[in-house]
Nanobody, 120 residues
Framework: QVQLVESGGGLVQAGGSLRLSCAAS????????MGWYRQAPGKQRELVAGITSDATANYPDSVKGRFTVSRDNAKNTVYLQMNSLKPEDTAVYYC??????????????WGQGTQVTVSS
């Protein structure tokens, strides 16, 4: 009932920047936490940025200082600004959103993923 669609991935050289967007739609009453995860080939999916409904953000050390997550609650959209990209940032990036639908059921939805490739 809640769909998330990512956009903004692509190919960039090391040191470059990309901005990902993720828009949620459907029967949404409230979105609490939103986050960005990534999964590289042969590796587990990992959190790269999380943000609460009051815009409190958290990052792992691997991206801290380079990535910035933000959200527009009016648009049900979360963004990920990625600067100083490194080849090891190459992965499929997924958006996640958790909240309640209009029927007050909890949801935990994922986007389809967007590829980010950083060349050296």
């Amino acid at each position: 009932q809640v769909q998330l669609v990512e956009s903004g991935g692509g190919l960039v050289q090391a040191g470059g920047s990309l901005r990902l967007s993720c828009a949620a739609s459907g029967s949404i009453y409230r979105i609490n936490a939103m986050g960005w995860y990534r999964q590289a080939p042969g590796k587990q999916r990992e959190l790269v940025a999380g943000i609460t409904s009051d815009a409190t953000a958290n990052y792992p050390d691997s991206v801290k200082g380079r990535f910035t997550v933000s959200r527009d609650n009016a648009k049900n959209t979360v963004y990920l600004q990625m600067n100083s990209l490194k080849p090891e940032d190459t992965a499929v990036y997924y958006c996640n959103g958790q909240g309640q639908t209009r029927s007050l059921r909890r949801f935990d939805s994922w986007g389809q993923g967007t590829q980010v490739t950083v060349s050296s």
